[in-house]
Nanobody
Framework: QIHLVESGGGLVHNGGSLRLSCVVS????????TAWYRQVPGKQRELVAR???????NYADSVKGRFTISKDNAKNTVYLEMNNLKPDDTGVYYC???????????????????WGRGTQVTVSS
């Protein structure tokens, strides 16, 4: 089993910046794609950014040019650098992994994904 812990959220003003971190731990060799999602009350959780095991990235249109996803494999950590934040970026940000590789070379997949508990980001106008 793996565990994901997000951190780095907070309250910032319109135009501010934050850097979120997602640390993945557990009995694993590596993870496959990792993604950041966000959710606001009353709305579905939406994909913000994703990074593959090879490092390729993709972003929601609403954050392109402002957010950057990256990872440090040695630290089992995925980051989300968020610049020029807007009030519409407010929400709880979650980290998700769909599958990982065990130390014995097996692959573990969850149809619902492995999620962290989230970190709150609030952008004031």
């Amino acid at each position: 089993q793996i565990h994901l812990v997000e951190s780095g959220g907070g309250l910032v003003h319109n135009g501010g910046s934050l850097r979120l971190s997602c640390v993945v731990s557990g009995t694993m060799s590596s993870v496959n794609a990792t993604a950041w999602y966000r959710q606001v009350p009353g709305k579905q959780r939406e994909l913000v950014a994703r990074i593959s095991s090879s490092g390729s990235t993709n972003y929601a249109d609403s954050v392109k040019g402002r957010f950057t996803i990256s990872k440090d494999n040695a630290k089992n950590t995925v980051y989300l650098e968020m610049n020029n934040l807007k009030p519409d970026d407010t929400g709880v940000y979650y980290c998700k992994v769909d599958s990982y590789i065990t130390p014995w070379g097996g692959r573990r997949t969850s149809t619902s994904g492995y999620w962290g508990r989230g970190t709150q980001v609030t952008v004031s106008s």
